[in-house]
């Protein structure tokens, strides 16, 4: 009971004081200072991130010149049936990421729903149309597409039920969104659609050559352009989940171009470093949830191993998920840190099988495969139709960058939920939140009995 009331107090003592200083705007809204092992760890990162995205710019350069020179004094290279059709599908992500983050917003319901039901729809039309191309690579990734739709429409058959809650919860944190958010949303698509373009034409550039050491560069730049467009999501996700936590838990509003300043001022770093981190750990847990279904418990020894995976996953979720993303914004804590106190604190209030049973996260995952298959029927067409042999790569190149547009676009949704899940764990009884959790918890409860 002490050390309950402990927390509670020191909790209490952080919002009273982010409450106070965001109210005074003049001054840096964030004091809470970081141990120096932290401070290295952040700053190490920062310049990791800003280093190679020097670097990668530079070979992008570079690439994309000796590519142009190359194409004028060869055939083996058409720049003119190569651009056109990857930059129009980084123009339409960048419109139908915009469009559908509108929707919903205004139709959490019906949006969610489409997304479960369409999404393996349009990801099965990927994978045809690259069987049609006929490559050996096309191929393997047509029959990856065709098994992912499937499993999502299994999915979206087991989790049906859990529809009406998304949209509540959905409605529920969105439904005051920040000042300027359309703003914010079409600043960051359009820094997108300029930075994909851009990484587009250094690919362009590789695949002029073709050798060995341009397939070297082409992973290169992939992987910058991941970790890059990670880190614009969450930038974004921290300062709106820090916007909307100081309303749900304060009532406290906050210039949303004050609370971006106080992000990329203090906390790039933080952000890096849970770019890098999020994306593996929940890759891994969910293939150890994934794992743990399909073993079941008729298995002895499959059931021990899935069973050790599970437990190594739930280790790691602790240590980097994307809760600890709202503490990095509130209070300046270090990634690491910040996700391991949200997490211990949903085991304090016990949340965790709501998180777990939670779709919004799934459903903004398979709204980005969505957007991305569309943009990979768009590009992947028009190759099958003008060049063949581009078909392949232009298809997934633009499901890349559709994905990932749509990841960004939706940020914000996403920063308003976790936000909500976060506030209310560190006072459920707060009068500012409705009874669409401790419904859904009694659910639970009432189901697993």
């Known amino acids: 009971m002490e050390r309950s009331t402990g927390s509670n107090l020191q909790i209490q003592g952080q919002r009273t004081q982010s409450t106070a200083i965001v109210k005074v705007q003049q001054e840096p809204s964030i004091k809470i200072e970081p141990t120096v092992g932290g401070q290295l760890l952040r700053k ?8 190679q995205l020097f670097l990668v ?16 004094s060869t055939d083996r290279f058409h720049p003119k049936k190569w651009y056109p059709p990857l930059l129009v599908s980084t123009a339409s992500a960048g419109i139908v990421s915009f469009i559908w983050q509108s929707i919903t917003f205004h139709c959490p319901s019906k949006a969610i729903k489409a997304v479960f039901w369409f999404t393996p729809l349009l990801t099965c039309a990927v994978g045809v149309l690259h069987i049609l191309i006929g490559s050996p690579l096309s191929l ?4 990856i597409a065709i098994i992912s739709g499937v499993i999502q429409s299994l999915y979206a058959c087991w989790v049906n039920s859990r529809f009406d809650y998304a949209s509540k919860i959905l409605t529920v944190s969105t439904s005051a969104p920040p000042y300027n958010t359309t703003t914010f949303v079409i600043v960051s698509i359009i820094t997108c659609l300029v930075y994909s373009s851009f990484s587009v034409t250094g690919i362009g550039g590789a695949t002029a050559t073709g050798t060995s050491l341009d397939i070297v560069f082409i992973v290169v730049i992939l992987l910058s352009f991941l970790w890059s467009m990670q880190v614009i999501k969450n930038m974004l996700y921290v300062t709106i989940s820090r916007i909307r936590y100081m309303n749900f838990a304060c009532g406290v509003d906050i210039n949303t171009r004050a609370a971006f300043h106080d992000t990329v001022k203090h906390l790039v770093g933080s952000v890096c470093i849970g770019s890098a981190i999020v994306p593996v750990i929940g890759t891994i847990r969910g293939s150890a949830r994934a794992i743990n279904l399909v073993a079941g418990d008729n298995d002895e020894f499959l059931f021990s191993c899935a069973d050790c995976y599970s437990g190594f996953a739930s280790t790691l979720i602790t240590y980097g998920n994307r809760w600890g993303f709202v503490h990095v914004g509130v209070y300046n804590k270090g990634f690491i840190q910040a996700s391991a106190d949200t997490w211990e604190m949903f085991k304090r209030v016990e949340l965790i099988s709501l998180i777990d049973s939670d779709l919004t996260g799934v459903f903004c995952f398979l709204s980005g495969v969505a957007v991305g298959s569309i943009c990979g029927i768009v590009g992947g067409t028009w190759e099958l139709i003008i060049h063949k042999g581009y078909a392949t790569e232009v298809s997934i190149y633009a499901f890349l960058i559709g994905y990932f547009m749509c990841r960004i676009a939706l940020a914000w949704q996403q920063a308003s939920v976790s936000a909500y899940y976060v506030s209310y764990a560190e006072n459920p009884q707060s009068l500012r939140f409705d009874a669409t959790i401790p419904v859904r918890i009694e659910q639970l409860h009432r189901f697993q009995v």
């Open 57 to 72: 710019s530079i070979l992008v350069i570079v690439l994309t010149i000796r590519g142009l020179i190359y194409a004028g």
């Open 44 to 51: 190490l990162f920062q310049i990791i991130f800003f280093v």
């Open 140 to 143: 393997a990734a047509g029959t």
